[in-house]
């Protein structure tokens, strides 16, 4: 009796849905929009949806300049589909890019923060500019739509002989609120890498920056924590495979150019250096982590002052600790730091507090003094003279 | 959940009424629980609610006027989020098990900063909406009816209704009407069901 | 998933928990208050007060706890952290930032604005314009508030943080900068300005 029950079941789903529903869906043409009868459409309504709330929302970066930046880098790219895909950043500090099926792109300012170079940027956006393309985003849902259907139709089977099915609510503007790309198939993965690096070639960006991004990736997550899911891991398997298809990849190119233009992407994101750098640290991260992603940020020598600067206040910030002398290391960068340049004002300030702290009070009242005199009234002062009393 | 108000008629002859953007999201439950978004259901609801609206109004000797985008800035779109804020809060206060010993009255609002929506949209009033809503497709109602033969007891998800309405005085922002509910029946993709849920939504409205 | 559902779906779940007796708001009336017999204050006004028994604060509102508050924190010894409840995931439990009586002026403002983001209740929060602030007796600082909620609605304010006997004291007052800040900025000002450390 029971097998009876689920064949009729079995039939009635695969009449409802084929399985593996994504066999037929073609590169989306420029400037095309679905009709509105169209799953597509659907799709494409709950992303507008949510990109109208992302205009206004509290965690959009407010900096019109950098996002119109970015679009530049994609129109660069893509002169063809510049029209249909917007961009917007996110301040969220980490390393994250992606892109929703109505053209929405969206890139985190943890990865701002850790590109090197523009080139290494438009690896990023090309490669989610593929995945606007090929529509994974809908070859996915009608994926995940056959798959689960069928899956239900079996849970009820499986339920009469006693296991009880389970489905959850699944809704594409979650998954992309949870600030998680749709997750890709390796194949499309493969496919969308392709795609960015055809891109950045004709772009004449050096495509070597394209596995460089992954490298850096990885080399982060071995300082870290172990067991720790970045949250690009989630949509971006496998690392280390995609290194390896793209190098292979760019050998099937001739007359490669290597522009990586470092100038404007710092530029660009100088204004909010300071906050971008105070998340990172907030992250407590394992020290080693934070140095590095500072490492890459501040890889001019010409800044090596800051980025001594802000590894004391790695350690500054996580203080006394068991064992661990943070409160030497961080005294030891800000003294690096003055010694790669001795007019910056902040270290002096953070260097005499500090010292205030493990009592070393004379220098401490050299070194404020120092920041006050070289900050010109600062918005602290009176509270660094009671200090000085 | 019962409708709230402060007033019962409106203070003038004709008054304008802007419609807010409505705020609305209709989706299909495939069988496996994934709520595929329709966007033609969605669009065909929302003419729907605003047909049945405007009735209404009618019905009031009210006028609607549509929000206009284009005149929208920085401190409207402050107001906007502020009225979602303080709808949470009469949700929590009004109908949720915590009441403020502030606020025994019903008494919110928005500030005088409306009279910029009163301005840019020459209205007297404004009307917030908000819809979300599911329905079951054929798989899901077969699945319902078996699991519910097998399984009787089981209350199976699919076709809910969540909705929300407010209105607001522009001369001096305050809250005059407000109402919500949830239910399990009501279809807003063709018109007839549509009324009747807008008329129940729409209870003891002004005028 | 969506802010508007999120918004009905905690409604929603406090209209299905009733029966909470130890949990109502209480009025509190013009005059001298004392709070917890740790502050005393003055208010020329009446106040919804609402603690929370496993919460290491307790806040005063007229209209809701997200359109304006004054929230008056346990003093928190070292080790502690302003926000003690635990979030779902462990890992981020342990990021969790902790007082240390050693910590400066600039610390403990510092310390206050690390324990807001990690609560995670404002997509962006800002202290600004740090000053010398005594509450009661005790030295410390008093500093401006800006913030963003994940809807977008801008928030004002300002806080007080001091430590007495190696403990950390904090109170402030926020509201929306669309009207409920201006509204309640004097009567705030006046009432952090009586505070008294008990």
Known sequence: MKKIFLFIIIFLGSCATPIGGAKKVEDIKPQETPSIESIEAGLWMQMNNYEEKLKTSGSRLKDKDLEKYLKNILCKLTTEYCKDIRV?????????????????????TGLLLRAQNEAQLAAVIGHEAGHYIKRHSLKSWLDAKSRTDLMAILAIGLSVGGLPGAGDIFNVTQLLQAGFMAKHSRDNEREADKVGLNFLINAEYDPGEAPKVWENIIKEMELGEANKPLSFLASHPAPEERIENLKKQTEEYENIKNKKNTKELKEKIHPHLKKWIKNEIRLKNKPEQTEFVLEKTFEDKKNDYLLKFYKGEIYRLIGVKEEENNYDKAIDYYDESIKAKNDFPDVYRELGLLQLKIEKNEEAKKNLKKYLKLSKNPQDAAIIESYLN | MEPKYTIRIFDKERPQILLMPVDIEICELTIAGMCEPSASWTQSSKENIIISFEEILNTRNAILKKYNKNKQ?????????LHTQIGQEIINNEYGAFELPTKKEFNWTLGKKVKLLKQKNNSDYAIFIFFRDQYSSTERVIYNIITAVLFPGIIPIGGSQIAFASLVDLNNGEITWFNGYYRSFGDVRDLENARNTVNKLFEEFPG | MSVIKKIFIISFFLI???????KTYILVEPGKVEINKIYSVNTNMKWSQFQEREYNFLFWTVDGYTLQRIVFFKPLEDGQSLFDYDRLFTKENE???TFNSKMNKFEIKEFFESCIIWSREFTSFETTDIKNHKIGETEGVSFDIKAQNELGLNYKGFAVVGIKNNKLYSIYFIATEMEFYDRYKKEAKEIISSVKIL
């Open chain 2, 73 to 81: 800035n920085d401190e409207i779109i402050q107001l906007i989020k």
């Open chain 3, 16 to 22: 299905l928990i009733s029966c909470q007796a130890d």
């Open chain 1, 88 to 108: 917007y950043v996110q301040n969220i500090p980490y390393f994250n890019a992606f892109m929703a099926p109505n053209g929405m792109m969206v890139v985190w």
């Open chain 3, 95 to 97: 990021k969790r930032p």
